[in-house]
């Protein structure tokens, strides 16, 4: 199959192209940044993008091992063009070569969640955030241009929440300066780690630390486990691939278990705690500052839920301007499914969450190297706010992707379910976002916590990040507060809905205190509204950010018509949400019958203004046919003969009969017992 | 991996297995129909998932023609002892061969969608329903005994929902009395039909109808497609397999071109419509009923949906017995995750659903009964009725089964991420329900237009059938019903709510026509409305048939304390429910805070209530290890020994290093460019 044109542009296509009220290259050089980021972008699909020979889907139906082997295959040869084009536009920098290798423009060249995955998201910074000076000219820098590959293992088979039940130990020998790790337990075995299995050569290991037998902390060192040169497993390591998941077919996740395995202990990661070479343990200013690659995890898995979900949204609209359904008299040709109400009502709110979670990415990694500035200058002030945002916006982002993937994989109907289609490898990757990095609940019950305590202070009148200052306005604040159904009107009530949920938990917690339950019987028999709270929370958030896109100082730079553009879809995300919160608004403020029906048919003329842009909005992504790897998404809408071709070509048909037929099926059948 | 015990009982299973209040054994009677049910049940565990040698989650990691023939010798080997089963207990009868072959309690030894279920579904039915008494003797008695192997072909490429678009032709010859089929676009090959690509060797083609060159209406044919000695394709036949999809690996989801295909005038089913041999075309009397066998397909949609539900209910309830994460105290054992608040909220409500879902599934197998002796007997009355109804109920369990499934498979954390968990299998063949036999938006407006109906004749005084009555209830009777809490109370205004939610959709379509809107487009433009009351209607219905088997006379069959656990149950799905619903309660009947709280505060009671008997619960329905298999839910608990046996036992393991570290992986680590 070729995903590269040729073909011509089928014509309901074209006709949607040609009624678009806005300029897509100006939709799609803000999407990208600006006009140069765009441009570098188109080149590096040409570059990469239009050089690969093998579309990703056709591994699907190869075997497990095959389907890894392919993988690798692809990171190297996209790693490989990467490094060229580094040296050749700027040499010695770092932002092609590997800054690069993570962006989802590069999807469809190399899988989206590949073996190498983790080595970039978390271990480089790991290593510069968390080891010393000479740990990251020792390992930093070899990690960083591939020389060497490596996992990051936390997780164990019995343990994964609750750091402080890890199992495995390091043991400080001050004889010989090193530290013996050991697993010794099956449920301490390390479990899951990205590219463990087969790829990885050296891993970061967390372990409880011990002295003289005497635990101090969590601690992170950094283990060679397979030869350089032969890659073979080195003595006390035992490892492998967990087996076939639900979806990340390549990333080879792995398990590791350590028996007696010796590092020396200048690996263990000792920017902020250490252990001197007589034993010695001092601890740095900041305990939490060890579990910044998890938190960089979570603003890798927002702005890679974001690129998803936009992609999603490009494949569903296409498919649903091509794919014609039922007519309304018998003469005329079918009606495109994109004319449904129901189908509008699945697919626009979704490309309005894509531009959100886009936003709220962008907002987080601007807070992540701030914080990672102000640490660097031993100010940790800012961590925990960072800490609770990470989480929320990860939380919202996984969940409503991966819900939205689906909704759109539904809304293509059963070509959707095909695997050429690659909603389904969209939603089986996406919907591991919402476990690793911290399980969804998990990460709401935290946020919920971080609530709790600003609530406290807020009440008692104490500063307190702004994120959270809303928190200081009670249902009382609401006597000056009508419904009006502005914007506005609608965020600053949300925020009301918000607080009035976390001050009901606080109330709730308090009573059980009160009546003898302990804090953490307490907490947890107020776990469900906690998290109801926490998501709460999240909305006011992300809807804030998307508010402050659209009508702050930035909308100057844009025409009015793609202002325009960008204002309905902020108005059909807002009213979704709304809709959806309906019984939480009307606990705290009045809504009448008219009023709600008022807001039902805002939504439905917010589907009719949005009707003619959505194909020209998807376009605006701009993605290559080649990141979404889809039968039914590609720019020239030849959907039919895509599905035709691929079906052709499954290896299953290579034989007019297959051999079980003769085997095992004709004997049973002929057989009359 | 060996599933079938030899291995201690877990004692956090254990322990909760001695705490449960009730029965088990009564709770598995009840669950089966009888004594005699699960007895029989039981024996057919040992002779059949007993003796099955390899687990089947272990053909997973193969290539898709390797999953597609390891599958066939599956269905081959239970079809083979179901055969030799029935012909030892009760020779010539049809209850255990083919009778069980759909049974969920066979999956596992079986996949449990298959290249036969279609087969087995639907093509008996249809043959014996549409087909004459020749046509049943010539090929229904030859399929039931699958000594053919048919398939249904009714969806096209280019076409779905709108069977009047379907473009594949039947045109009469009388000279030769034969019809000659053709499907003369790409868009018109048949796309889907579950078993036609390399198994199936007959066909029933839905195909338009026209005789002299004049279109009569679709009409179904029985058409060989392969040789059945050499299972060659035949001439004119273009067959294959649709390639690999989001699961389903072994269906065998087939398409197929037709070119000038000639079959006897015989083969068109003609038990109502006709063919005379001179061409003229006699209409029976009802032409809906030609939909029968996706109606059927409906049936067994909510029936293998309710089965899956219980399964996944099962798997998550022991794994969260048996996972601890956290402890309260530094000192002590960590807590049983099924003690937390969030993770039995995720749980206990999915297996109320379970419960609710077998329920309607017995009551619409009970009417597609009744209504089948009647159109046997003329008489197609109650066929619209029992088409709403097996829409309405296809849509609610399989929608919320599928997102049941995802929400307990998440419970499970990282694990459950494990294609070896099974869960993600389950949610991917559960999903592909919610489009097969008629995608879940249109059949909710197909219910839709029915309320519409429904309600005119219904607020005009005319007859309604039993489920619609409530419609005649407004808002205005309200007046008498204030909210009260109780069950009866809740379900009332349930009734109330769907009812205005149906009176608003009517208005709005009515205010559109007289605003100039054509029909179809008051109805497109009131879609999404139309779908949030169909769903409502079917709220109303699932409640109603799950409060009636708890409240009605079979009650006094059971002990009280078996009563008790379904009155839980049936609490926890109601407040679930109208926990949901909430807003739209409020639109017509007052709820007062100190209300909703105390809503809140059940469901929390609730959750507490069921805790001590929810793996007991899971126990009563008496799933075989093998029907789940999966690594979390066993009935021994032993999780993370089966977890590591699963990964060890990965082919990826079975040698150190992977060739491609030497081919690839390795050049480019140590060429420094």
Known sequence: MNFLGGKQINPDLQNERNKATFDVEEFAKWWYGSEEKLKFKRFLDSYILDDVDEDIFRTQHLRHDEIYTAGIKSCVKVSKKLRKLQDLLRPGQKDIWPGLYLSSNLWGALPPAN????????????????????????????????????????????????????????????EREEFILNTPTMTSYKWWPGGLGQTANYCIVVAQLYIGNCHKDLALFMVQIRDEETHMPLPGIDIGDVGKKMGFPTVNNGYLGLKNVRVPRNHMLMRHDQVLPDGTYVKGPNTAVKFLPLLIGRCVANESSASLLAMACTIASRYSAVRRQCSVDADSQEVQILNYQTQQMKIFPEIGNAIAYKLTSKKLWQCYYETSRDIDEGNYDSLPELHALSCCLKVLSTSDVVNGVERLRLACGGHGYLSSANLGNMYVDGSAACTYEGDNTVLLLTVGRYLLKSYVKAIAGEEVPSLVAYLRNTVEDLASHKWTGTWENILRILEIVAANKIRLAFERIEKRLKSGQTEAEAFNNTGVELIKAAELHGRVIVASIFYEEVKGSSASFRSPQLNRVLENLFEIFLLNIILKKLSDIQRVITISEAEILDLEKRLETSLKTIRPDAVAICDGFDFHDRNM????????????????????SNPLNAKPVPDVFHTHLKPFMKSKL
């Open 115 to 174: 073996p190498f995955s983790v080595h970039y998201s978390m271990i480089v910074d790991a290593i510069q955030k968390l080891g010393t000076a000479e740990q990251y000219e020792k390992f930093g820098k070899r990690a960083e241009n591939l020389e060497i590959a490596c996992a990051f293992a936390q997780t164990e088979l019995g343990h994964g929440t609750y750091l402080r039940g890890l199992e495995t130990r390091a043991d400080y020998d001050p």
């Open 629 to 648: 790897s889809s039968t039914l998404g590609c720019y020239d809408g030849n959907v039919y003969q895509r599905i035709f071709e691929a079906a052709k």
